[in-house]
């Protein structure tokens, strides 16, 4: 991972050699899930991820980070594939923040359709996008936290994914959550 990368995601709280130290303890590491956030604070390791407990295994020797630090980490695994009819949430580019369903890749292109973001031109019915700017979005089995909204807190696992409404399963009670991808996080 590049420094300017790594300034651009920890902002000013990690110092050049703090990346440093983060780029060798980290080379080499591959995650299932593509995409990783991991945030670091004081004493305290939280991960909003879509990956299995051994996959952030490496991270248990977290208190290399400072206290004074706290970072956010995005690694992307070169292994990285989606299929057609994975839900995605696009993650760079012009196009951030938009939500859709792959429907084919070619050459490490993902043609997405099922679009839908705040600010979508209605006219727009596919995009064209590289992989790499993608991210899978809900899946049944995911666990996750509802961030805003009248489920703000809540905690559980999805059941139902229905285009994009998410059904949680709660203290084995069954709540239906209008989920974007801002609305609730994966960990």
Avoid at 35 to 62: C, G, K, M, S, Y
Avoid at 107 to 117: E, F, K, S
Avoid at 133 to 162: F, M, N, R, S, Y
Wanted: with cysteine.
């Amino acid at each position: 991972m590049p420094p300017a990368l790594l300034k651009e995601l920890f902002g000013e709280a990690v110092t050049e050699s703090e990346g440093d130290r983060l780029i060798h303890i980290l080379k080499g590491k591959k995650f299932k899930g593509g995409l990783l956030q991991l945030e670091l604070t004081l004493d305290r390791v939280t991960f909003d991820i879509h990956a299995t407990r051994n996959d952030v295994f490496v991270f248990n020797a977290a208190k290399f980070v400072p206290k004074t630090a706290i970072a956010k980490l995005i690694l992307f695994c070169v292994d990285f594939e989606l299929a057609a009819g994975t839900r995605v949430i696009v993650i760079q580019g012009e196009q951030c923040g938009l939500i859709g369903v792959m429907h084919s890749v070619i050459n490490g292109q993902a043609t997405l359709t099922n679009l839908y973001h705040e600010k979508l031109d209605d006219e727009l019915s596919s995009l064209v996008l590289p992989v790499t700017q993608l991210h899978p979005l809900w899946a049944v089995g995911d666990a996750v936290k509802v961030k805003t909204g009248l489920h703000a807190g809540l905690e559980g696992q999805v059941i139902a994914v229905d285009d994009f409404d998410v059904t949680i399963v709660h203290a084995n009670k069954v709540e239906h959550v209008c989920s974007t991808y801002d609305d609730a996080s994966k960990y």
